[in-house]
């Protein structure tokens, strides 16, 4: 139920009764997101005071080195989840291997892995526009006791037990599921607090926005060409507005509450596309689920694709159930 002034601490517990799982370790894990979440923040909004208080790599005024945010925020989670003491393992975007929690946890009794995309869309920062960060979070597959593998790592993304995102926009929002439909929180940068703002958030069926990189249309499947001139074309309700941040939070968070699809096909530079299937498709793919949307690589569905390898891409079609599948049927059809 909805309650006015509903904190997301308040809301963890209320609801880690529905949680499958041992609630209290996963409210643990929340709660250090959450804290890291709101530390990223803080220096997020201080980014357009770079030229005042120094440059990246540059010493400030307090004699501190300047770090680039997409390696501070990296830092900041990582720091938090292993202080906790709640994750044996923990992937990042910005890592090039996995980190086994061996040091808090030596006896190797934690059961949760988090994958993280700690700033996606950094690039966005030097221009003011949002950016976010991505995480995902499994129940390990090798037995408790034993050291984390990459086994644990590559599971489906069907297997997630929770996923969500953190967008430093306008205002800063964590949106987040555990299975049980997604509910959005948005920050009071007064009190620190995140608030219930956007409760049991859903895709409406169809939209009218389209976001994609056109920039690369010349480069794209003879599927997804087909399809961008199909939500171009004078007909029904179309053409669609055509919105795109290149910035996968954003984008994808707009279309939740609007309707609309979000595409990263891959092109004859890229093969895969460009998104990571562990840090950012899946826990997208699982929050779009969860909130009666879709997500699907033009012929299968995100959540069902068997991982071989940590960074691996792929194709990314997301978003309002019906834009996906006709996307899809476009992409069959011109096979
Ligand atoms: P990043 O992980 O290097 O930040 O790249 C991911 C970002 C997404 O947020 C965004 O949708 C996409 O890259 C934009 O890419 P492009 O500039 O090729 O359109
Ligand atoms: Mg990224």
Known sequence: MFKKNQTLGEFIIENQMSFKYSSGELSTLFNSIRLAAKVVNHEVNKAGLVDIIGNVGEVNIQGENQQKLDVYANEKFIQTLINRNIVCGIASEEEDDFIAINSLDENHQNKYIVLIDPLD???????????????????????????????????????????????????????YTTGDGVNGFTLNPAIGSFYLSHPNMQFPESGSIYSVNEGNYIHFPQGIKNYIKYCQREEEDRPYTSRYIGSLVSDFHRNMIKGGIYLYPKSSLNSNGKLRLLYECNPMAFIAEQANGKASDGFTRILDIQPTELHQRVPFICGSKNMVTKAEEFMREAQ
């Open 121 to 175: 869309g950094s690039s966005n920062i030097d221009v003011n526009v949002s950016v976010g960060t991505i995480f995902s979070i499994y129940r390990r597959v090798t037995p408790v006791g034993t050291p984390v593998t990459l086994e644990d790592f590559l599971q489906k993304g069907n297997q997630q037990v929770a996923a969500g995102y953190v967008v430093y926009g306008t205002s800063t929002m964590l949106v």
